[in-house]
């Protein structure tokens, strides 16, 4: 592995800064987008060692670009600034540990878990805020529904890819998740729940799916991880629902 340690901290480091400009700077979000992903861009290119022009160099970027993407969106609709500045630090320390680990010999198990974790928080941060623009500002969710599936068809390609499974096998599996997303996100738009319960819904149907065609696309799966997913999968949305005034 090559000496890049200071590019495993300047590229934290980078993203801190640019998400805490936003905070005091909300009418600069696109120009911080677009310098957030640059700068992702330049740092994985400094410590990935694949070409830009690769496959794999885009696959390995999509995970920190739309968790940090997700995080600067949904840190607009959150009502206080110290909530705020505890997911800037949390983008900044996934970040850290994504690049640390990113070109190590022997970092499947961890970029195996921190896809399917990152995964699960970047669809729950990019759920909440598109039914959070529905709420407070009456936006139609057409344009974002169709945004939630480029998204959901991202996340899960990467997951994949993590994984080590062939885009020819989960090919189909990754259409058929994205329309039991769009499915779901489209039923859940028409109940009186809040954005972040509605986010949490998807993100956990989203996980459910994904920990049940995992390790049937490897031939592990069995009956104890079926029951183990779906009782806790749907356990937990249970939660989510009793835990709300809607009921």
């Known amino acids: 592995m090559k000496n890049d340690f200071i590019f495993i901290f300047l590229a934290p480091s980078t993203t801190l800064l640019l998400l805490e400009i ?17 700068a992702l861009v330049f740092f994985l290119k400094k410590i990935d060692g694949h070409s830009l022009f690769s496959l794999e160099f885009w696959l390995n970027l999509i995970l920190p670009l739309l968790f940090v993407l997700s995080i600067a969106g949904y840190s607009l609709i ?6 705020a500045q505890t997911i800037f630090i949390v983008a900044a320390i996934f970040v850290f540990y994504y690049f640390k680990n990113i070109n190590r010999e022997n970092n499947g198990p961890f ?34 529904i169709a945004a939630s599936m480029i998204l959901t068809a991202l996340v899960v ?22 329309l039991i997303i769009l499915q779901l996100s489209w039923s859940l738009y028409f109940l009186s729940l809040g954005h972040n319960f ?7 149907s989203y996980y ?7 390790p049937f696309l490897r031939g592990a799966l069995t009956r104890k991880t079926i029951k183990l997913y779906l009782i806790c999968g749907f356990g ?9 005034k809607w009921l």
């Open 157 to 178: 390609t990467e997951v994949f890819w993590m994984n080590r499974i062939s885009f020819r096998s989960a090919a189909p599996y990754i259409i058929l998740i994205c």
């Open 111 to 144: 970029l195996e878990n921190i896809s399917s974790y990152g995964g699960f928080l970047i669809l729950f941060f990019s759920f909440s805020l598109f039914y959070g623009l529905k709420s407070f500002l009456g936006a139609p969710m057409l344009h974002p």
């Open 78 to 83: 959150l009502p206080s600034r110290m909530a």
């Open 22 to 38: 936003l905070s005091f700077k909300p009418n600069l979000f696109f120009w911080i987008l677009a310098s957030l992903s640059l």
């Open 208 to 214: 459910i799916a994904i920990g049940v065609v995992k």
């Open 236 to 244: 937990a949305i249970l939660a989510v629902l009793l835990s709300t």
């Open 198 to 204: 509605l986010g949490l819904i998807l993100a956990i």
